[in-house]
């Protein structure tokens, strides 16, 4: 489904991604990890296209969209939760969500309809799904951070995504959060036939949901694999974990 | 040297912190753990006053300092080595050394030629452009300027981060060496490795509760807190 | 605490000059009652008693709009003080035992700004005579009101030729000169002179090319063979002239028409001389000899330049324009310039109109005030019953020092007559399109 | 600040009755070179008072972040303030030299008072509210100079050697704008000197980029915003000071020279003080040598050089802090 | 299709006010009938630019651009043609909507304090040829007298005139604002990087934004030319911009109701205040200052605080579970 070849990004001079290789298979769950700094976000921001990559290629369903505008890529299929909660503060929880629907639905240009009561269904029903229906006139910039973090998934479901980016789903959220959140990844990829591409800093997770995953150090594709593939190379263990492999090996054992 | 008693802090409308409480006793290194967005940061930015808490005191050397502005408290003895790469980027390497250097109350202080002592490297670029230094180059000098300051507690948030494993061994000698000068050093990582080798007291903070602390062998043997709140 | 402290300080401190700014105007009396005193630090003191009865039956209320804000405020001020001192001798003897009181409006201006406060003056003060203003804009939006409402409406300083022209009607007067009256009166005095390749610069809005099309135009009527070899206008409040007339003097033409008024003159005149234009090149001005503009200068004014200027306090010498310039010298303490003259006139204009007419009744006003002459400190003067402007003479000079004043002054004074340096009523009938 | 735009317009457009063109002969003359060296004299004179009242601006908007609309009101009570000092000691060198020190310092003095009074407490606010605040004091101190020096043109000369014109190329360039020429210079050097070798200044190019982080390195940051502030108010009151002499001193100076210098800003670079060199010269020399070229258009050349350089380079021809 | 739109609590409020300015004629002087008629008239372009400003977070500098355009153009076919005077008045908020979409096509590729200065540089380049075409515009002169239709001719008959196209106006402005496109605009403004993930062309929408504003600013030009039956240059100049700039933000820029509130001080203050003193400006200053520290969401922004509070936060449900 996702495909990308080779996709290199310098930001003066400093290169971001270096010859990143990806591939998302329809209907995964694929996980991509990396010490921090290693160009995980950089590599989605590619994709989503906020930034354009100096050389390589990214392939959506075939088609090159290297290049697109984010807006373009979006209506394409592919959606993206952010790391940082980036909602909209000033509208109310209900309208985050609301305003995805209503740009998918292509009704944001509708000028003389209310819009409070368009795209209702379709909206309480993410709501719903997300565990957000209660909060919905609440000022999404009062919400919790742990709450935002998943109204920005919500925001993300509204496009109605064949392929949805989640970028450190489970950073700032407790234990119960993150059990919550990441169930509701596996059902909505389960139910939904969703696909999905992550990355996580908790290896738990990454290693009970991911499918497919794939590991960056500077920039570049180390390896993707199956989980078990990826556990047993040493050059991961190595470069991931850094001087900690004593402790690595201790929590693989475990 | 530093009692932090339950301090609550928010972001504008988003609750961070809830009652983090934490003490640091002098020449000590302390370490607090925990993952992306656990609470760390803004831990060290309530601290050192660039967000107040809401709620709880913060004692340094026995005086209240909450609601306190930054630079009191720097001149008071706290040095701060953010996490994110804040060099300015228009000064050249010397220039960012020499804004931070103020006169040490006790005669011997920090200069630049002290501080390319500790870091050699900085001297050899001292008249490159912040914005045109490597990440570890950048993490040098951001410990370097604090150290014009001379402090007496260095907070250090995240040092490693994004480094190279040669960096980070550079780095964790050069923390080691600081405290032989007397330094406190109150220091957050991801990295639980390096981290433990470094500190003599710990506390694992996530979704901004304290849910741990103890020493480095205490933490070493709960399986569960490491399993839990780090990435181990 | 202390920054706290220190802001409710300030605040105060603000709150403080802005009462002292109000202060002056504290005792106006609410807009009803009849006896209004002018809300200004000078402002005559109008006898509050009541007025005893008269044939009037009440006193005569003028309506002022004029720009007492930004650049302009030097000309506002100004005619306020010849109106005032007018009033105050008006105000002695009455008319028809009625007095002369006024209610005065800043304008800011702007049009709109004009308007209102026309309106205010008309539907709330509901004054008899409207008065004003510097701006032509502004003049011709009242000017629209007036004739709506058939309120008269007499404009003092402003000098668009269509005020009275192209857009004039029955309610609207202007007592000043106008751009069509310079430009030929400057045409009249450059056509004696032997120069035949002209440059034409000046402030790049109506009043700059409006008279430079008037001096332009009758110039090449008195003296065909006249060539123009380019045209430079820059952008009012332009700060610097200097790189406008060195470009002129690069082109060497045998003189210049200089199209630029209030600020811009000033500007004008310093560039002139530190260019050294002024000595090279003969240089026309209309208001050039304005003393309010040479005054300032000071030393630093250019001699030799000459201009076209409708009032002098030191030309016509006569015993009437000593007493006048007396009169406001010794209430104002400065002599008075050109807006002080054209608003004494109107103050005089109003007078004797009412006191013709004999009732309040705006018509009759009107119809007294057309054709009605007064007598002005500089002679007689007529307002033209055919398109109500009044008919005044033009002074050519040239600017010189002397050792009377710190100032340079005009000299060499040639005085042209009304009556030949304006438009015909035929001209005024095509111009209005009847 | 009034709204006296109807001045101010340009541009042979369309035909008023007046522009004769078809009679006016172009002159091939004024092409030569002399003509050409004495109009990049005097444009590069006026360059140098653009600069400097536009670097000050550049200075607060890059320091402190605050569109300071007020500028131009501290420019114009420099020019009042320097009138007043000359006009006391008469036409002489030590009143203009005395005005040219002390004007600029009665600004800053100004600006001290507005920054530690009322600003200080609102640098937290959004860019817009900033700008809300520093036009409601642009109200406030034009209706002050209005209540202290009245509406009535002001006039100072030049000393008397900086007066009338050297005769270079065999053309006049007044001996004012080469003292100009002069002056603009060494503010640029001093400003240069001050950015790059002072503590202070280096504190304030850090306190640019990064306010907070200053902060914990001990520095006190606010007085850094006060001392920056104060130094674009002196630069304003510098400007105004020393373009006293060439220009009649009025109410409302400040417009003109406000839209001006925030457009030159602009196109340099918002905070960017080599930008608004940059755009002084594109202001000042530009229109000068335009001209020479197009008479009729040179008045429009200010807005159109805006709209060109954004649609070419849409944050400025510098890098810009914001 | 108004149905839920307006709060219940507003209902009463507004049937109050909207009954009490129909009366209004009955009861006021006819001067400030005059002033009602100018608030609106201003109220309805400080309204028109909340449209970017507030709720889409455009730094529109030089509305009064489109002001002019759409008093301009009526005047022009007023004056110079023998068109029926409806298209006059029609022709002008179109015009101006036209050139909002051209002036806002050059300037949504900048951002912030680039994109208003950029739209002050091309709003001031109409403002000159405005004021530089003397034999069409009548240059800074301005177009005076300028027939109306004698429904117009008396100060009722434009008080109602001008009451009935604002009413309308607010009507459709609020229904955007409330509209798919009202809510995505808001989007844009605050967080313009989201709305691109999820799919909205966010220059694209910004751009219309400009064009329905320009075209209200453009009403609110036609119905300037209805009451003043005048134009001038200064309609266009930038410093008039500013001040429109200023009511919004006095009035609460968050609100919908915000700038009539701000557009009816300044208006009645500048008449009201220009009657006792010289110095109205700077009681404007004064007024502005005390306004930013003491209420700096605006006067309609603080009144909403206080009438509707936010929802107070609830903690977090999910987190506070101890470790």
Same mark, same amino acid.
């Given at each position: 489904m996702l495909r990308v070849e080779a996709a290199e990004k310098s930001f003066d001079g400093f290169k971001a991604v270096n010859r990143a290789n990806l591939v998302v298979e329809e209907g995964a769950i694929v996980a991509v990890i990396g010490p921090n700094g290693a160009g995980k976000t950089t590599l989605f921001n590619l994709i989503a296209g906020i930034h354009k990559p100096d050389t390589g290629k990214i392939l959506f369903q075939g088609e090159n969209i290297c290049g697109l505008a984010p807006y373009d890529i979006c209506r394409r299929g592919i959606a993206r939760a952010f790391q940082i909660a980036n909602i909209f503060h000033r509208l109310t929880v209900f309208e985050n969500v609301q305003v995805s629907v209503l740009s998918q639905q292509r009704k944001s240009g509708v000028l003389f309809r209310p819009a409070q009561n368009l795209a209702v269904e379709e909206t309480n029903s993410i709501l719903a799904s997300t565990g957000l229906l209660n909060k919905a006139r609440r000022v999404a910039g009062t919400l919790s951070h742990g709450d935002q973090r998943i109204l920005e998934m919500a925001i993300a479901l509204g496009s109605q995504p064949r392929l949805l980016i989640l970028d450190e789903p489970t950073a700032g959220m407790s234990p119960e959060e993150t059990t919550v959140t990441m169930e509701l990844v596996k059902h909505l990829s389960q139910a939904r036939g969703l696909t999905i591409l992550f990355c996580e800093h908790d290896m738990d997770i990454v290693f009970s949901v991911a499918q497919s995953i794939m590991v960056m150090q500077h920039g570049q594709t180390i390896i993707q694999g199956e989980p078990e593939e990826v556990r047993q190379n040493e050059q991961v263990q190595e470069a991931y974990l850094g001087g900690a492999l004593s402790l690595s090996k201790e929590t693989s054992d475990a | 040297m530093l009692e932090v008693d339950g301090i609550h802090t928010y972001y504008g409308l988003s609750h961070i912190l809830f009652g983090v409480s934490l003490r640091v006793e002098k020449g000590q290194i302390v370490c607090l753990l925990g993952r992306n967005g656990a609470g760390k940061t803004t831990t060290m930015k309530s601290i050192i006053g660039l967000v107040r808490p809401k709620q709880g005191t913060i004692r340094f050397k026995g005086d209240e300092v909450v609601g306190k502005a930054p630079y009191t408290l720097a001149r008071k003895g706290i040095g701060y080595v953010p996490d994110e790469r804040k060099i300015f980027a228009d000064l050249t390497v010397g220039e960012n050394l020499e804004i931070a250097e103020r006169k040490a109350r006790n005669g011997v202080g920090w200069d630049r030629a002290r501080v390319y002592e500790v870091f050699p490297v900085l001297k050899t670029i001292e008249s490159r452009r912040g914005g045109y230094l490597s990440g570890g180059e950048q993490r040098m000098l951001a410990i370097g300027r604090a150290l014009m300051g001379n402090p007496e507690f260095l907070i250090l948030d995240e040092p490693m981060e994004g480094l190279a494993p040669l960096m980070v061994r550079l780095i964790e000698e050069q923390i080691l060496r600081l405290r032989e000068t007397g330094l406190t050093v109150l220091m957050t990582e991801q990295n639980v490795a390096s981290a433990l080798r470094l500190s003599d007291h710990s506390y694992v903070i996530d979704d901004g509760h304290i849910r741990f602390q103890g020493t480095v062998e205490e933490l070493k043997a709960n399986d569960e807190v490491r399993r839990k709140y780090l990435l181990v | 605490m202390k920054g706290k402290l220190l802001t409710l300080s300030v605040l105060v401190l603000i709150v403080g000059m802005l009462l002292a700014a109000c202060a002056p105007a504290a005792p106006a009396t609410t807009p009803t009652s009849v006896p209004a005193t002018p809300p200004s630090k000078s402002a005559v003191p109008t006898p509050a008693a009541s007025v005893p009865a008269t044939s009037l039956g009440r006193n005569i209320k003028v309506g002022i709009v004029d720009t007492y804000s930004g650049p302009p405020a030097a000309f506002g001020n100004e005619a306020l003080k010849g109106f005032e001192l007018a009033l105050k001798e008006i105000n002695k003897t009455g008319v028809l035992g009625a007095k002369i009181e006024y209610a005065k409006r800043d304008e800011k201006f702007a049009p709109d700004v004009a308007l209102s406060m026309a309106k205010e003056l008309v539907l709330q003060e509901k004054v008899d005579v409207l008065v004003g203003t510097i701006n032509s804009a502004s003049s011709l939006a009242i000017s629209g009101y007036a004739k709506e409402q058939k309120v008269p409406f007499i404009v003092w300083t402003a000098k668009s030729e269509k005020i009275t022209g192209a857009n004039g009607h029955r309610y609207v007067f202007s007592t000043s000169e106008n751009t069509a009256m310079a430009g030929k009166a400057g045409a009249q005095g450059l056509a004696k002179k032997p120069y035949v390749k002209y440059w034409i610069a000046g402030d790049d809005y109506e009043y700059g090319h409006a008279l430079a099309e008037s001096a332009w135009n009758n110039l090449k009527k008195l003296k065909p063979d006249v060539q123009l070899l380019g045209q430079t206008w820059w952008k009012t409040g332009e700060p610097d002239l200097a790189p406008f007339l060195t470009q002129i003097m690069a082109a060497k033409p045998d003189a210049v028409i200089l199209a630029t008024g209030g600020a811009g003159m000033t500007n004008a005149l310093k560039a002139a001389k530190s260019t050294g234009m002024s000595d090279r090149i003969p240089i026309w001005i209309h208001t050039a000899t304005d003393y309010s503009v040479l005054k300032p200068l000071g030393a630093n004014a250019p001699e030799g330049v000459m201009g076209t200027m409708d009032y002098h306090f030191y030309y016509p010498d006569t015993p009437d324009n000593k007493a006048f310039v007396k009169a406001f010298q010794d209430a104002y303490g400065t002599p008075p310039g050109f807006p002080a003259y054209h608003a004494y006139n109107t103050a005089y204009f109003i007078a004797d109109a009412f006191k013709k007419a004999g009732s309040l009744d705006k018509e009759k006003f009107i119809d007294a005030l057309e054709g009605l002459k007064i007598k002005s400190p500089t002679g007689e003067v007529e307002m033209r019953a055919c398109d109500h402007q009044a008919v005044l003479p033009m002074y050519l000079g040239v600017t010189k020092k002397t050792s009377q004043y710190d100032f340079p002054i005009a000299t060499d004074i040639v005085a042209l007559q009304g009556k030949d340096i304006m438009p015909s009523c035929d001209d005024i009938k095509k111009a209005r399109g009847q | 600040m009034g709204r006296n735009g109807e001045c101010g317009v340009f541009l042979a457009f369309s035909a008023h009755p007046s522009l004769l063109i078809r009679e006016s002969q172009r002159m091939e003359l004024t092409l030569n070179l002399d003509a050409l060296s004495s109009q990049l004299v005097i444009g590069l004179s006026r360059t140098m008072i653009l600069f400097i009242v536009s670097a000050g601006l550049s200075f607060v908007l890059g320091v402190l972040r605050v569109p300071n609309v007020a500028h131009g009101s501290l420019y114009m009570i420099g020019a009042f303030t320097a009138y007043t000092i000359m006009a006391a000691l008469g036409n002489n060198l030590a009143g203009f030299w005395l005005a040219l020190l002390l004007a600029p310092l009665v600004v800053a003095l100004v600006g001290l008072i507005v920054e530690r009074g009322l600003l200080s407490h609102l640098y937290q606010r959004e860019h817009l509210m900033l700008i809300l605040f520093t036009f409601a004091i642009g109200l406030i101190l034009n209706d002050l100079v209005k209540f202290a020096w009245g509406a009535e043109y002001r006039s100072v000369m030049p000393p008397e050697i900086l007066e009338g014109s050297l005769t270079l190329f065999g053309l006049a360039i007044p001996r004012y704008n080469l003292f100009l020429l002069v002056s603009g210079p060494i503010v640029a050097v001093g400003l240069w000197l001050f950015a790059t070798k002072t503590k202070i200044g280096k504190i304030s190019r850090a306190a640019a980029v990064d306010r907070d982080m200053v902060g914990v390195l001990g520095i006190n940051v606010s007085w850094v915003f006060a001392a920056s502030f104060v130094i674009g108010c002196y630069l304003a009151g510098l400007g105004g000071a020393l373009v006293a002499p060439t220009l009649s001193i009025t109410l409302g100076m400040d417009h003109t020279v406000i839209i001006e210098t925030f457009l030159i800003v602009t196109i340099g670079g918002l905070g960017n003080i080599w930008g608004a060199m940059i755009g002084s010269l594109i202001f000042g020399v530009g229109q000068s040598m335009g001209l020479l070229i197009l008479p009729q258009y040179a008045v429009v050349f200010p807005y159109a050089a805006v709209v060109i350089v954004l649609l070419l380079r849409p944050t400025g021809l510098l890098k810009s802090v914001w | 299709m108004f149905k839920g739109i307006v709060g219940s609590r507003w209902r009463l409020p507004i049937a109050a006010v909207s009954a009490a300015l129909i009366f209004a004629p009955l009861i006021i002087p006819v001067f400030w009938i005059y002033i009602l008629t100018l608030i609106f008239v201003t109220a309805l372009l400080a309204i028109s630019l909340n449209l970017v400003l507030g709720y889409g977070g455009i730094y529109q500098f030089h509305h009064a651009v489109f002001y002019g355009i759409g008093a301009y153009t009526t005047a022009l076919i007023l004056t110079k043609t023998s068109l029926p005077m409806w298209v006059g008045f029609g022709a002008g908020p179109l015009v101006a909507a036209a050139s909002g979409l051209i002036i806002g096509w050059f300037c949504v590729r900048l951002t912030k304090l680039y994109f208003g200065m950029l739209q002050i540089s091309l709003g001031s380049l109409v403002w000159i040829i405005v004021s530089r075409a003397y034999s069409i515009t009548g240059g800074d002169n301005g177009i005076h007298d300028i027939p109306v239709p004698t429904l117009l001719g008396s100060s009722n008959g434009v008080y109602y005139f001008t009451l009935i196209i604002f009413m309308v106006s607010l009507v459709v402005m609020y229904l955007?604002?409330? !509209?798919?496109?009202?809510?995505?605009?808001?989007?844009?403004?605050?967080?313009?990087?989201?709305?691109?993930?999820?799919?909205?062309?966010?220059?694209?929408?910004?751009?219309?934004?400009?064009?329905?504003?320009?075209?209200?600013?453009?009403?609110?030009?036609?119905?300037?030319?209805?009451?003043?039956? !005048?134009?001038?240059?200064?309609?266009?100049?930038?410093?008039?911009?500013?001040?429109?700039?200023?009511?919004?933000?006095?009035?609460?820029?968050?609100?919908?109701?915000?700038?009539?509130?701000?557009?009816?001080?300044?208006?009645?203050?500048?008449?009201?205040?220009?009657?006792?003193?010289?110095?109205?400006?700077?009681?404007?200053?004064?007024?502005?200052?005390?306004?930013?520290?003491?209420?700096?969401?605006?006067?309609?922004?603080?009144?909403?605080?206080?009438?509707?509070?936010?929802?107070?936060?609830?903690?977090?449900?999910?987190?506070?579970?101890?470790?």
């Open positions: - | - | - | - | 955007i604002v409330k !509209s798919p496109f009202g809510c995505t605009l808001q989007a844009t403004r605050d967080n313009p990087q989201r709305c691109e993930a999820v799919g909205i062309n966010v220059r694209r929408h910004q751009l219309a934004a400009i064009g329905i504003a320009a075209f209200f600013a453009g009403v609110a030009g036609v119905l300037f030319v209805g009451l003043e039956r !005048s134009v001038f240059p200064g309609l266009l100049f930038w410093v008039f911009s500013l001040e429109v700039f200023v009511m919004c933000l006095l009035g609460g820029w968050f609100t919908f109701a915000g700038p009539i509130v701000g557009a009816a001080v300044v208006v009645a203050l500048r008449t009201s205040v220009s009657i006792y003193t010289d110095y109205w400006t700077l009681v404007l200053g004064v007024i502005l200052i005390l306004l930013i520290f003491f209420l700096p969401e605006g006067v309609m922004g603080f009144l909403l605080k206080r009438l509707e509070p936010r929802p107070i936060e609830e903690g977090r449900p999910l987190a506070d579970v101890a470790g």
